[in-house]
């Protein structure tokens, strides 16, 4: 029965809306902190999050983030509506950015953001499809990093 | 050292979240990338650097930084101003630059390694 526990939420993201930036992912920390979950945790999830927050808001019209914590594990799982990613991993590549130049005027767009988040979660998977929209789906197991 | 003797000390601006300045600074981080601060900042980091915008209160409590120092004279835009004070978040200010502001915090004792 344990496997069937799960804590759900869901929220969306706007793209452009650079002013609300950062704000799911903060939810997300301070609901994870609320449910008692370990801080190294906490902080990795708050650090992939913000990151997949940021890209929903810099590069896509619309996402969904949606979030599960279970008794073995939390699973974020962002989905958008945008314009995709042709090459998955040179998007991955660390300091590759498509950013335009006001982002990087605002300090995004060094390239670190996808890496941030494969680095910060215990699982990591993204698809995109072009001119649709990406899905990343990240897992951070509760009892620190799996062997 | 908490953030209020700092203040007084360098005689920084206090541009918003003074509700929080007794809180203790364990070290600190220059940057105005914002995914390098995610990277590296660290909780309890003061966190230096010359970007005004609302992103950096989400970045700093998302990290549980300390607080934020401005360089250079610049004003945090309005936004950045009311979410610090949303999130208790001290938002200090300086007419100093990184460099600068970084020689005299190490002169006060503190380090970036810990």
């Known amino acids: 029965m344990e496997e069937d526990l799960c804590y759900r939420q869901e929220y969306s993201l706007k793209g452009g809306e650079f002013a609300r930036a950062g704000e799911v992912s903060r939810r997300i920390k301070d609901l994870l902190k609320e449910l008692g979950l370990d801080v190294q945790v906490v902080r990795r999830a708050a650090i992939a999050s913000f990151e997949a927050e940021m890209n929903v808001i810099m590069y896509a019209f619309q996402g969904t983030v949606r979030l599960a914590v279970t008794p073995a594990d939390v699973t974020i799982i962002v989905d958008d509506h945008g314009p995709g990613i042709p090459d998955i991993e040179l998007a991955m590549t660390e300091g590759y950015s498509t950013a335009t130049r006001e982002m990087r005027e605002l300090g995004f767009g060094a390239g670190m953001g996808l890496p941030n988040i494969k680095r910060n979660a215990d699982v990591f998977r993204i698809v995109s499809e072009p001119g649709r929209g990406t899905r990343l789906e990240m897992t951070f197991a509760r009892d620190g990093r799996p062997s | ?114």
């Open chain 2, 1 to 114: 050292m908490t953030l209020s003797d700092i203040v007084r000390q360098l005689e920084l601006k206090v541009h918003a979240g003074r509700g929080g300045l007794d809180r203790p600074v364990a070290g600190a981080y220059i940057g105005d990338l914002m995914s390098d601060v995610m990277a590296h900042g660290r909780k309890d980091d003061l966190w230096i650097t010359i970007q005004i915008h609302p992103n950096v209160v989400a970045v700093a409590v998302l990290k549980d930084l300390a607080g934020v120092i401005i360089t250079n004279g610049r004003e945090p835009s309005e936004d950045t101003v009311r979410q610090s004070e949303e999130q208790r978040l001290p938002l200090l200010g300086t007419s100093l630059g990184a460099f600068e502001l970084s020689g005299r915090l190490h002169q006060l004792g503190l380090r970036g390694a810990r």
